[in-house]
């Protein structure tokens, strides 16, 4: 029994080992059918664009993996909202040098021209012949002689058309015959804090000619006090667009423009202390273009008289308040008139005096010197009247002035 039991195992077991051995001959057979079948359907599949061949002498990453270690020159087109902004308007800006006059030596009085500062302009007018350039008062201030450095290096003399310290603005002239690219100036009245802002100025003077950087428009209402005389006391108030692009000595004057390439803006100053960054201010370009108009027509800024020198009541010892100005306890703020009032002044006529308190004009509140002066600039025109409230000797009164042109200095 046992005997055929292991005879009938191992018939089977060879049986099983026969046809496990023809199932692998016929599919190593079917194997290479099919392969030569591709092989020669290869190139007919290929033209028919059903599969990609590598052709011969072309780079293959699967034949060669370290093909892919190596970094290989790429030339690639990069165009932003940023670039073409940029592209615009760069040609646009220029250098503004400011050069004075020094003697040579103690011993003569022989003089030489002497660079006494670098800053930037926008081109913003080609007309007649004559290209128009934007730039700061302070970029020019005390300059005998004004030369302009093209974007291709060309410098060319340029004319003072008119100029206004408080505005900090001014207008220069020069022949257009080499100027290629005039800036289209914007609408500032549409930025919202937080929108894209290109600075582009010559930052450090003309080694860095036009160089662009960029951030956000940071606020839209910026008053930035200004000391002319460095007195202590702030003369004027300059109402600013803020932005943490990058802006340095030497960008002044310069264009800050918005995603379409236009000027919404002309960098002016920046807070430089340490620990400090960030905080760089530009005119609005709407404000600008009012006071550029008046610049080139009349040479300067008519500004509406009073004919009072403020001072600011917060500046004068409290003392003072009780015993010499009588206030009563609400006044906290206003303006002191610390001039003898001239009789034949606009302030004269109308009756007030010397160490009366002005604290209201048209009925806005009055806090200092510099508010007084940026709204009669901003609100009144010669041969407008003002109201004027004021305390004396501890009583509230008003006078109705009849403003006049301000005289020449």
Same mark, same amino acid.
């Given at each position: $029994?046992?005997?055929?039991?292991?005879?009938?195992?191992?018939?089977?077991?060879?049986?099983?080992?026969?046809?496990?051995?023809?199932?692998?001959? /016929?599919?190593?057979?079917?194997?290479?059918?099919?392969? $030569?079948?591709?092989?020669?359907?290869?190139? *007919?599949?290929?033209?028919?664009?059903?599969?990609? $061949?590598?052709?011969?002498?072309?780079?293959?990453? #699967?034949?060669? %993996?370290?093909?892919?270690?190596?970094?290989?020159?790429?030339?690639?087109?990069?165009? /932003?909202? /940023?670039?073409?902004?940029?592209?615009?308007?760069?040609?646009?800006?220029?250098?503004?040098?400011?050069?004075?006059?020094?003697? *040579? @030596?103690?011993?003569?009085? &022989?003089?030489?021209?002497?660079?006494? !500062?670098?800053?930037?302009?926008?081109?913003?007018?080609?007309? &007649?012949?004559?290209?128009?350039?934007? +730039?700061?008062?302070?970029?020019?201030?005390?300059?005998?002689?004004?030369?302009?450095?093209? %974007?291709?290096?060309?410098?060319?003399?340029?004319?003072?058309?008119?100029?206004?310290?408080?505005?900090?603005?001014?207008?220069?002239?020069?022949?257009?015959?080499?100027?290629?690219?005039?800036?289209?100036?914007?609408?500032?009245?549409?930025?919202?804090?937080?929108?894209?802002?290109?600075?582009?100025? &010559? %930052?450090?003077? #003309?080694?860095?000619?036009? +160089?662009? *950087?960029?951030?956000? =428009?940071?606020?839209?209402?910026?008053?930035?006090? #200004?000391?002319?005389?460095?007195?202590?006391?702030?003369?004027?108030?300059?109402?600013?667009?803020?932005?943490?692009?990058?802006?340095?000595?030497?960008?002044?004057?310069?264009?800050?423009?918005?995603?379409?390439?236009?000027?919404?803006?002309?960098?002016?100053?920046?807070?430089?202390?340490? !620990?400090?960054?960030?905080?760089?201010?530009?005119?609005?370009?709407?404000?600008?273009?009012?006071?550029?108009?008046?610049? #080139?027509?009349?040479?300067?800024?008519?500004?509406?008289?009073?004919?009072?020198? %403020?001072?600011?009541?917060?500046?004068?010892?409290?003392? @003072?308040?009780?015993?010499?100005? &009588?206030?009563?306890?609400?006044?906290?703020?206003?303006?002191? =008139?610390? @001039?003898?009032?001239?009789?034949?002044?606009?302030? !004269?006529?109308?009756?007030?005096?010397?160490?009366?308190?002005?604290?209201?004009?048209?009925?806005?509140?009055?806090? /200092?010197?510099?508010?007084?002066?940026?709204?009669?600039?901003?609100?009144?025109?010669?041969?407008?009247?003002?109201?004027? +409230?004021?305390?004396?000797? !501890?009583?509230?009164?008003?006078?109705?002035?009849?403003? *006049?042109?301000?005289?020449?200095?």
């Amino acid at each position: $029994m046992g005997f055929y039991d292991d005879l009938t195992h191992v018939e089977r077991k060879n049986r099983r080992g026969a046809g496990v051995g023809r199932t692998i001959m /016929t599919s190593v057979t079917s194997a290479v059918i099919g392969g $030569m079948v591709v092989l020669l359907t290869l190139p *007919t599949l290929s033209n028919a664009g059903y599969i990609n $061949m590598v052709k011969p002498g072309a780079s293959n990453v #699967m034949s060669n %993996p370290t093909a892919n270690l190596f970094a290989k020159p790429v030339s690639v087109r990069v165009d /932003t909202g /940023t670039v073409d902004a940029v592209k615009k308007v760069e040609n646009a800006v220029v250098g503004v040098i400011n050069i004075g006059r020094s003697r *040579t @030596n103690w011993m003569n009085s &022989n003089t030489q021209d002497v660079e006494q !500062g670098e800053g930037s302009g926008v081109i913003f007018e080609k007309k &007649n012949g004559k290209a128009h350039i934007i +730039t700061n008062y302070h970029v020019i201030d005390q300059a005998q002689k004004l030369e302009i450095a093209l %974007p291709t290096g060309e410098k060319v003399e340029a004319k003072i058309l008119g100029a206004d310290m408080y505005a900090d603005l001014a207008v220069l002239e020069i022949d257009g015959a080499k100027v290629s690219t005039v800036a289209e100036l914007g609408d500032s009245s549409t930025l919202q804090v937080g929108e894209p802002a290109i600075a582009i100025g &010559n %930052p450090l003077g #003309m080694k860095f000619s036009r +160089t662009v *950087t960029q951030g956000i =428009i940071s606020s839209l209402e910026r008053s930035m006090p #200004m000391d002319f005389n460095e007195d202590g006391q702030d003369d004027w108030e300059l109402d600013v667009l803020q932005t943490d692009a990058a802006i340095n000595p030497g960008n002044s004057g310069g264009a800050l423009v918005n995603i379409q390439g236009q000027v919404i803006g002309i960098n002016t100053l920046k807070i430089s202390k340490e !620990g400090v960054e960030g905080l760089g201010f530009a005119l609005p370009i709407n404000d600008v273009k009012a006071i550029v108009s008046e610049l #080139m027509d009349k040479g300067k800024l008519e500004r509406s008289y009073l004919g009072v020198q %403020p001072f600011d009541l917060t500046n004068v010892p409290r003392y @003072n308040w009780k015993e010499t100005l &009588n206030l009563p306890d609400e006044v906290q703020a206003g303006v002191v =008139i610390q @001039n003898e009032i001239g009789k034949f002044s606009p302030a !004269g006529e109308a009756g007030l005096k010397q160490y009366d308190v002005i604290v209201k004009l048209d009925g806005k509140e009055i806090n /200092t010197g510099a508010q007084l002066r940026k709204f009669l600039t901003l609100n009144k025109k010669p041969g407008d009247s003002v109201e004027v +409230t004021y305390y004396r000797d !501890g009583f509230k009164k008003t006078a109705n002035v009849k403003l *006049t042109k301000t005289p020449e200095q």
